[in-house]
């Protein structure tokens, strides 16, 4: 599914690109490129609105409504082709997860998740190294080719995949008209440093998180790590989930997660194969003074119920789509329903 080549693109008027590409753009004037994906609906347009605003005197206000099916974006036809990076501020009326996507003209699409944790500013800074390639996305070349990018955009995910009833039960409703703000995207020459990590899945050390919350729970980055926390009573699914790229687990005997839980629990790590098989296993954590390292291997998974059958009834690592960490204890009457966890790192083994 491609999200912006379509006809109706090529009949906008020249005259809302004549401007100058900038290495940054600050939303001051009217001129500043942005729309909504054609078909996606809602409004663009610049406020002045101080709370809103994170530096000058103006910033890109997006106001759209979230339905079950349907998309919500909006894009940028002129991206710097010699960019290396991208970092910008944001902030939401809610949690959500969004993605910021590249479109290549020969049809590939790359996609680079990120949470916005809702009601207050945050910046995001993204190497081209972080985009993977979307899953509904013919590969062409498995590479991606910035010189061949003909747009970005700036898709809502949650309000593509979280608005049906079905979904609601564990990241809560998320249709309604909701609004979203951006000031000062950047174009960087120069990719953001990472720190060289082998095995490692996350090691938290970007300035914005991967993962997505469910329900009643807050997701914060705090002291090199994910801060979880919930508070609300039985029975509720409590955890964060990510998606891991194709391949990603391939020649891997196991999961080890360094984490630190306030009250002990039974935490449970979930993973999603592509043919829709989900596993999972678990373990006791809480009550550590510092962050400890829990490793569970593959022998030690079970197929959940309701997705026996889906599959070969076969855990193969190379094909996780997903992987998960949930609360198991909030889940029986009488286990805590109020928790902090900071979880440090998820690691591979090898």
């Not at 809103?52 to 997006?62: E, P």
């Not at 938290?204 to 979880?228: I, K, N």
């Not at 020649?251 to 098989?277: C, H, N, R, S, Y």
């Amino acid at each position: 599914m491609r999200y912006w080549t379509v006809v109706g693109l090529l009949t906008l008027t020249s005259a809302l690109w004549a401007q100058t590409p900038k290495s940054v753009i600050g939303f001051e004037t009217p001129q500043h490129g942005w729309l909504v994906l054609p078909g996606a609906g809602g409004k663009v347009e610049l406020t002045e609105n101080p709370n809103d605003v994170k530096s000058g005197k103006r910033a890109l206000r997006y106001t759209y409504t979230a339905a079950a099916g349907k998309l919500n974006a909006i894009i940028y036809l002129e991206p710097e082709l010699w960019a290396q990076g991208f970092r910008f501020w944001i902030k939401a009326d809610r949690p959500a997860l969004f993605a910021l996507s590249l479109q290549e003209q020969g049809g590939e699409r790359w996609v680079a998740p990120f949470w916005v944790s809702g009601n207050e500013w945050q910046r995001v800074t993204i190497a081209l190294a972080d985009f993977t390639l979307a899953e509904d996305t013919k590969p062409v070349n498995n590479k991606l080719d910035m010189d061949e990018v003909e747009g970005l955009g700036l898709i809502n995910v949650s309000a593509f995949f979280a608005t049906t009833p079905e979904a609601a039960i564990l990241f809560s409703d998320q249709t309604g008209t909701h609004m979203l703000w951006l000031d000062d995207f950047e174009f960087l020459s120069d990719a953001p440093a990472r720190r060289a990590a082998p095995n490692m899945l996350d090691d938290f050390q970007r300035d914005y998180l991967v993962w997505m919350a469910t329900a009643y729970t807050s997701l914060t980055r705090e002291a090199g790590g994910m801060r979880v926390e919930y508070d609300m009573p039985f029975p509720y699914i409590f955890g964060a989930l990510c998606g891991v790229a194709p391949n990603a687990l391939r020649d891997t005997k196991g999961v080890e997660v360094v984490i630190q839980v306030k009250t002990p629990t039974t935490l449970a790590v979930f993973v999603e194969e592509q043919d829709g098989e989900r596993w999972s296993a678990t373990f006791e954590a809480g009550g550590e003074s510092k962050p400890e390292a829990k490793r569970l291997l593959w022998s030690q998974f079970a197929i959940s119920d309701d997705t026996k059958g889906k599959g070969d009834g076969k855990l193969t690592p190379a094909t996780v789509k997903m992987l998960s960490l949930a609360d198991w204890g909030a889940l029986t009457e009488g286990g805590p329903t109020s928790n902090r966890w900071l979880v440090q790192s998820v690691r591979l083994v090898k």
